[in-house]
T-cell receptor, first 113, second 115 residues
Framework: KAGVTQTPRYLIKTRGQQVTLSCSPISGHRSVSWYQQTPGQGLQFLFEYFSETQRNKGNFPGRFSGRQFSNSRSEMNVSTLELGDSALYLC????????????FGPGTRLTVT | GNSVTQMEGPVTLSEEAFLTINCTYTATGYPSLFWYVQYPGEGLQLLLKATKADDKGSNKGFEATYRKETTSFHLEKGSVQVSDSAVYFCALSDESGGSNYKLTFGKGTLLTVNP
């Protein structure tokens, strides 16, 4: 079974621009979660989608948004990029059931200059 | 709120040494507990999990037991290898209060194993 894929793997953007990251979950998984990983803050939960609906949201500003499509693929968007948005963005796939484990993709490394 | 505290690294061991990485948690409900491992330049891989008190998760020689009385989930391995060098994250998923499916992570512990 193919794992979680994320595109692109690396991205360099300028302050003020916007960016869209993509995630394809494991086949059959209906839940996709997004996490931000930085050296200072560690791993922080952004949001989780299940069957095209946002079920949970972390404490991030409204510049961070996401969506999920009917095939369970998900995108996250960051508008008006700031230097502090430089991070590894990880997508996790899960069946979406209670106590189910989450499987992570390789991440997208975003650098904002 | 929920939180996970794990021992600060880095941890440096010689091959075949015994490994313990401490992890304690605070949760409002009855969480599931996980250990994830991250190799350089990669995402997180699930190492093991436990979903209820006294459960023992195990995989690839690693073990951790869910201790509700001490709110702990310490990771152990009897004999580490160079290939175990990575960052290890303890995490919880709290099934109560509407926060299902969200993982709360510790800061991570960098393990380096020397030959």
């Amino acid at each position: 079974k193919a794992g979680v894929t994320q595109t692109p793997r690396y991205l360099i953007k300028t302050r003020g621009q916007q960016v869209t990251l993509s995630c394809s979950p494991i086949s059959g998984h209906r839940s996709v979660s997004w996490y931000q990983q930085t050296p200072g803050q560690g791993l922080q939960f952004l949001f989780e989608y299940f069957s095209e609906t946002q079920r949970n949201k972390g404490n991030f500003p409204g510049r961070f948004s996401g969506r999920q499509f009917s095939n369970s693929r998900s995108e996250m968007n960051v508008s008006t990029l700031e230097l502090g948005d430089s991070a590894l963005y990880l997508c996790a796939s899960s069946p979406g059931l209670p106590r189910a484990e989450q499987y992570f993709g390789p991440g997208t490394r975003l650098t904002v200059t | 709120g929920n939180s996970v505290t794990q021992m600060e690294g880095p941890v440096t061991l010689s091959e075949e040494a015994f490994l313990t990485i401490n992890c304690t948690y605070t949760a409002t409900g009855y969480p599931s507990l996980f250990w994830y491992v991250q190799y350089p330049g990669e995402g997180l891989q699930l190492l093991l999990k436990a979903t209820k008190a006294d459960d023992k998760g195990s995989n690839k020689g690693f073990e951790a037991t869910y201790r509700k009385e001490t709110t702990s989930f310490h990771l152990e391995k009897g004999s580490v290898q160079v290939s175990d060098s990575a960052v290890y994250f303890c995490a919880l998923s709290d099934e109560s209060g509407g926060s299902n499916y969200k993982l709360t992570f510790g800061k991570g512990t960098l393990l380096t194993v020397n030959p």
